[in-house]
């Protein structure tokens, strides 16, 4: 619940940042008429030759595609939403140790922002506002807006684990993929994954099956009656033959 909070309390304050930006761009370089915003076709530079500040008022999506689907584009974007809330373990993999986990949650919040950001604006405005524009030698890049850069940049991270867990399947402990290094391999003595083999297929003995480790754990007085023993049964066997000659 409390992971759940902070990923909603970032997400506001990245759709707010959004909505300032986009708010700045309307009051700067467009003109209300009859109802319908309008660029003045003005423009704040940047840096010279590459990059300008502006308004674009976009009917579409990414791109410029999909011109005049507005509303479709903003129920493909609630479904999308609710996809992701749903399968949001697997699709950034939040669970995941170390840095992959921390990337994962980073991902998801930089996308749920996005989505949410062109999605009030489809709803309210009827379009998306778009204001960054890239340009070199007479060529521009399609306009984009702060929450086409939440989406891109949690694509790029999802990409960069989606390659990395690729390159960490294998392990190198034994050069298989899909098996972690220290899991128990599956013994062919037994069959069963995780149960050591018996004792003889280990190389170890035990002393109930060796006479001399047997004999060096007997006790002084049990070694002196087992010789005893032996003397006594010499003994009696000679007798009879004694017996005989005379």
């Not at 298989?176 to 290094?181: F, H, N």
């Not at 220290?182 to 994954?193: I, L, Q, V, W």
């Amino acid at each position: 619940m409390r992971q759940a909070l902070k990923i909603f309390l970032f997400v506001i304050h990245l759709v707010l940042a959004d909505a300032v930006v986009k708010e700045i761009s309307l009051c700067s370089f467009s003109v209300l008429h009859n109802g319908v915003r309008y660029s003045t076709g003005e423009a704040f530079t940047v840096i010279p030759g590459l990059f300008d500040f502006r308004f674009v008022g976009n009917h579409g999506c990414a791109w410029g595609l999909f011109q005049g689907y507005v509303w479709p584009l903003a129920l493909f974007s609630i479904v999308a939403f609710a996809l992701l809330v749903w399968k949001r373990r697997s699709v950034f993999g939040i669970d995941s140790p170390g840095w992959r986990g921390k990337a994962g949650r980073i991902a998801e919040i930089l996308i749920y922002a996005g989505i949410f950001g062109n999605l009030l604006d489809r709803v309210i405005r009827g379009y998306v506002v778009d204001m960054f524009d890239f340009h070199l030698c007479g060529w521009h890049f399609p306009c984009f807006n702060l929450a086409d850069t939440y989406i891109t940049f949690a694509a790029a991270i999802l990409i960069l684990l989606s390659f990395s867990s690729g390159a960490t399947a294998k392990s190198p402990a034994n050069g298989r993929a899909g098996v972690p290094s220290g899991t128990a391999e599956k013994s062919p003595a037994n069959g069963r994954a995780g149960v050591p083999p018996p004792a003889e297929d280990r190389g170890e003995t035990h002393t109930r099956h060796d006479p001399a480790v047997a004999s060096k754990e007997m006790s002084l007085e049990e070694k002196i009656a087992i010789v005893k023993a032996k003397s006594a049964a010499k003994k009696n066997k000679c007798e009879p033959k004694n017996g005989k000659s005379e």
